[in-house]
């Protein structure tokens, strides 16, 4: 190998093989950038909003968009991600958390699912 770390254009050379993650939302369940959902995760029993990402154990990833919350709360019963089983109170209990977190904020969108 010659060393180089840019391209001939210029630009900063790509790993080979890279891929972005790829994360599958709780809500409308449509594969989407890691960047684009939220982190959720147990913490203490309950499940919360993991916004730095760092919380340990299993979590699960959402868009932050009312229509992704409604799915999420309508569902009920085992979460694969998560490991655990979610009833539709504990599932509603954190869609109005979240909602509580962003209320007069942009980052819950209305609107029907899809991608960011």
Known sequence: MSGRTRAKSGEPRKKEGYHPALRTCLGCK???YKDRLARVAFSE???VLD???VLPG???YLHLREACLR???RRGGFVTSLRRTLGKRERAGFAEQVRGLFVGGTSV???TGGSA
Request: net charge negative; proline share 0%.
């Open 30 to 32: 449509e594969r989407d």
């Open 45 to 47: 029993e309950a499940l």
């Open 51 to 53: 916004r730095k990402g």
């Open 58 to 60: 299993r979590g699960g």
């Open 71 to 73: 799915e999420f709360t």
């Open 109 to 111: 969108e209305g609107g």
